[in-house]
Each structure stands twice: as C-alpha cells, then as structure tokens.
C-alpha cells in the first residue's frame, strides 16, 4: 500500500518545496528576486555566458519560466542578451556588473541558509547526502530517456 509519508518522491517534493519557499521569502524580501531569478543569476555566475536553452538544462526549468525570469532580470539590468558567436539565430546571456555585485551580496545569504539547514549533520553525513542525491538525479535521469 502506499503511504505518502513513506514514498520518496513525495517527501523528496515535499522537502524541496519547504526549503525553496524558505530561501524563496528571503530572496524577495531583501533582494526583490523570484527563485527562477536567482537560479539564473546563480547559474550565469558559476559557468559565464548560456544559452537559454543551457540555462534550461542547467536549471532544470522550463522554457517560458527561464525567459520570463532573464526578462526581469534584463529590466533590471542584471543581465544582457549578447550575440552567440557560432549560432546567429541564438544568444547568450551575461551578468551585467549589477548582477555580478547583486550575486556577491545573495550568495554570503545562500551559504548562510545552506549551513543552518545542515546544522544537524556531521560533515560525513553532509558529503553522503550529496552523493545520495546526486545518485538519485542519475537514476532518475536515464530513467526519463528510456
């Protein structure tokens, strides 16, 4: 029989929806920023210039969702739309030295958020989790291609 509170998937669900709506009002908040926003500006800070649809796959986000999100952020001037070099019917999206400064004030944030949710794991535990996790998205990656 299945029990919700036992079934993985949805205490998976259930504990990434409590953690993003945590960081999500913090977010808002102090840096008028929607989770999608973030994620972009997280992702465009760690790898340099993507494509929308690199920032889809890297985001794990939709495609309207990842347009809607660099729209805002372009009105704020966060980031620029630059030509790709090597596809003309595609761009590139860049942080803009606003965004670079923006990101450098919200990850000290993120990190702070990050150590207070693991407050209770040993470091071991911690690096477990992670590979754990990580094993789960394999498995349920090459899962979804088949």
Not at 36 to 42: D, F, M, N, S
Not at 106 to 118: D, G, K
Request: charged share 25%; with cysteine.
């Amino acid at each position: 029989m299945l029990r919700l509170d036992d079934y993985l998937p949805y205490r998976l669900s259930v504990a990434a929806n409590a953690v993003s709506q945590l960081i999500a009002r913090a977010y808002r908040d102090r840096f008028a920023l929607k989770v999608p926003e973030w994620r972009l500006i997280a992702v465009l800070a760690d790898s340099g210039p993507l494509t929308p649809q690199a920032l889809c796959e890297r985001t794990v986000m939709d495609k309207v969702t990842v347009t809607r999100a660099a729209q805002g952020l372009a009105r704020r001037r966060l980031v620029r739309r630059e030509p790709h070099a090597s596809d003309g019917r595609s761009h590139r999206l860049r942080l803009t030295a606003a965004g670079l400064r923006l990101h450098s004030r919200i990850a000290p944030l993120a990190l702070h958020y990050e150590a207070r949710l693991l407050s209770g794991m040993s470091p071991r535990a911690v690096e477990a989790l992670g590979r754990r996790l990580r094993r789960l998205q394999q498995t349920a990656d090459a899962l979804s291609r088949r």
